[in-house]
């Protein structure tokens, strides 16, 4: 091969190199602008979670720390900062069976414990795009009304239940990857808190705060 040839072949590579830069680029370019700028986004996830404040109902809730979480949320973003608005769904459930001494001699009983949290909370947005990226980087924060549920059942029979409101807080951060030009997969981290007032702790004899603290790992889909 002759030093022209040799030029004419190096030429054409780096033409080639060049277009298929240009093409990787534009297609980038193509997922950024599908995210960027005012846009909506729903998702659903689910995870694990776990109960990190004390709890002092030993039926159910001090019983059933570890559980399933699972979230829903709808996201407006209305600047190209990123800066949105929206609203989060949220809720955990945890089930088990509980030892306890009957007392008087009657020997050992097993009663099944449950346990539901439902925060429902409109959120401010904060979702940060990578130019020329998939990836996508988001934090929210929430206030909104939180519900709990307690059930204790003996023999399959529902001996106790009940229920009580207060405030939720949410605090999330998250990422996501965009595997098509409106659908990503998400991954978020969620410290959410729950408060009823507060009640008499007649072991100690001072006053309680009465809430549930969670931390959770949720993965999920988004869409655009």
Sequence with gaps: MN????????ALLLAFQSLVGFAQGTELQAYSAAVSGNRHMIFISGGGSIIESKVYDQLSAASNKIGFDYMAAYDWIISKSGLGVGILYNG??????????????????????????NTIA????????RPASRWAFSFKAGIG?????????????????????????TLMAGAEYRITRHIGITA????????FGTFYDEESGFDRIDGINRISLDFGLEVV
């Excluded at 969620?190 to 408060?195: D, F, K, L, R, T």
């Design 3 to 10: 030093i022209k040839s040799l030029k004419g072949a190096l």
């Design 92 to 117: 955990f459930f945890s089930s088990r069976k509980v030892h306890m001494q009957t007392g008087y001699g009657y020997g050992e009983i097993t009663p099944h414990t449950t346990i539901f949290i």
């Design 122 to 129: 409109p959120q401010f947005v904060v979702d940060i795009v």
């Design 145 to 169: 009304l939180s519900g709990v549920t307690e059930a204790l059942k003996l023999h399959g029979e529902l001996t106790e239940r009940h229920t009580k409101y207060g405030i939720g807080v």
């Design 188 to 195: 978020g981290l969620a410290a959410i808190s729950s408060y």
